[in-house]
T-cell receptor, first 117, second 113 residues
Framework: GAVVSQHPSWVICKSGTSVKIECRSL??????MFWYRQFPKQSLMLMAT?????????EQGVEKDKFLINHASLTLSTLTVTSAHPEDSSFYIC?????????????FGSGTRLTVV | GDSVTQMEGPVTLSEEAFLTINCTYT??????LFWYVQYPGEGLQLLLK?????DKGSNKGFEATYRKETTSFHLEKGSVQVSDSAVYFC????????????FGSGTRLLVRP
């Protein structure tokens, strides 16, 4: 089945530093990946759509300069949280879909818990 | 815009009880509908899905039927287990080609022995 690997699973960083999170599709190609943010005990909020070979599409209210997305290959998208601050602490989850006519579903990574101290 | 509304939790049940988690949606046309489950500290796992009206998705004893007339996709299980304790998210994917997922707020289920 389709597998999405996300790394790291957790990270602690100092305020002002940058953190990179990787999202890989292991057994399929994903021209589109999605990045979500989840606050404690809340639902997932779509942050941006990552498109292979082109600029990401950000949702309203998401700072593109703070959350840099790079989708350089068909199997890898990265999210970099720049100049992180404690309010950026959250659970970040990526997803991708091996879309076909008969299989219309999304596979999620296991998530990355970011804590900024 | 498109949206998903879920019943608020937490839902607390005894083992072997019947489970229903309500989900209704607002969308144009015929979106695809999903239930995802999230265990503590983990990402989301697809539980079941339905892509057209009257379809029934099922997996691991869970079922949900796509009801266009009531714009609902309620999740049911006849006999829950302690291992079913998790957060359940209802979601839809709009008819356009963006492949986005719009999630409900999630419902926490706690099953006691």
């Amino acid at each position: 089945g389709a597998v999405v690997s996300q790394h790291p699973s957790w990270v602690i960083c100092k305020s002002g530093t940058s953190v990179k999170i990787e999202c890989r599709s292991l057994d399929f190609q994903a021209t589109t990946m999605f990045w979500y943010r989840q606050f404690p005990k809340q639902s997932l909020m779509l942050m941006a759509t990552s498109n292979e070979g082109s600029k990401a599409t950000y949702e309203q209210g998401v700072e593109k300069d703070k959350f840099l997305i790079n989708h350089a290959s068909l199997t890898l998208s990265t999210l970099t949280v720049t100049s992180a601050h404690p309010e950026d602490s959250s659970f970040y989850i990526c997803s991708a879909t091996p879309f076909s006519e008969t299989d219309y579903g999304y596979t999620f990574g296991s998530g990355t818990r970011l804590t900024v101290v | 815009g498109d949206s998903v509304t879920q019943m608020e939790g937490p839902v607390t049940l005894s083992e072997e009880a019947f489970l229903t988690i309500n989900c209704t949606y607002t969308a144009t046309g015929y979106p695809s509908l999903f239930w995802y489950v999230q265990y503590p500290g983990e990402g989301l796992q697809l539980l079941l899905k339905a892509t057209k009206a009257d379809d029934k998705g099922s997996n691991k004893g869970f079922e949900a039927t796509y009801r266009k007339e009531t714009t609902s996709f309620h999740l049911e299980k006849g006999s829950v287990q302690v291992s079913d304790s998790a957060v359940y998210f209802c979601a839809l994917s709009p008819m356009d080609s963006s492949y986005k997922l719009i999630f409900g707020s999630g419902t926490r289920l706690l099953v006691r022995p």
